[in-house]
Structures are given as structure tokens and as C-alpha cells.
């Protein structure tokens, strides 16, 4: 779970269209900041919530255990001021 919070908060660059640098950086930290590892199971998932400026941010890990561990990461972006909408799965 941890390789694949680290792969997100890397390539957080892609939501550079919609979050600053400023708020990137503060999202990668509190991600990595409340990121608990859980014993091992079939289905290992990280869910987060946070709001930096007006923007509702969502984050969703979930890593199945499988021969080549598949890994599939949400992000979903909510911004009520300027009334935009962005979702990306990694």
C-alpha cells in the first residue's frame, strides 16, 4: 500500500491543471501524513478526504492482492467556488 501511495503522491503532477503547486504539496503531506498500513488481505484500500481552498478533494487506493498486484488509485476533485469537476483513476 505503500508503494502505491508513494506512486500517487509522485504523480500528483497531473492534477496541475486544477490544484496549484502550493496545494499539490499540501495534499501529497497529508495523504502520506494519514496513511495507516492495515494487515494484509485480499482488497488493501487508503480512502482520504480533505478540502484545501474551496476544493473538495477525494482520494481512493485500493490494491488487490494478486500475482501482479494490481493497483488502481482515484482522485476526484470538486472545486464549488469556480464550479469545476475533475476525476483521474492511476
Not at 490494491?63 to 483521474?88: G, M, Q
Request: with cysteine; charged share 30%; aromatic share 8%.
Amino acid at each position: 500500500m505503500q508503494e502505491a501511495v508513494k506512486y500517487l503522491t509522485d504523480n500528483l503532477d497531473e492534477l496541475e491543471g486544477f490544484l496549484t503547486k502550493a496545494e499539490r504539496k499540501t495534499l501529497a503531506e497529508n495523504i502520506k501524513r494519514n496513511l495507516i498500513e492495515r494487515p494484509a488481505k485480499k482488497l488493501r484500500r487508503y480512502d482520504y478526504y480533505t478540502a484545501i481552498n474551496s476544493k473538495r478533494i477525494t482520494v481512493d487506493v485500493s490494491v488487490f492482492s494478486t500475482p501482479r498486484h494490481e493497483i488502481t488509485a482515484w482522485v476526484t476533485c470538486v472545486d464549488i467556488i469556480n464550479r469545476k469537476y475533475l476525476s483521474i483513476t492511476i
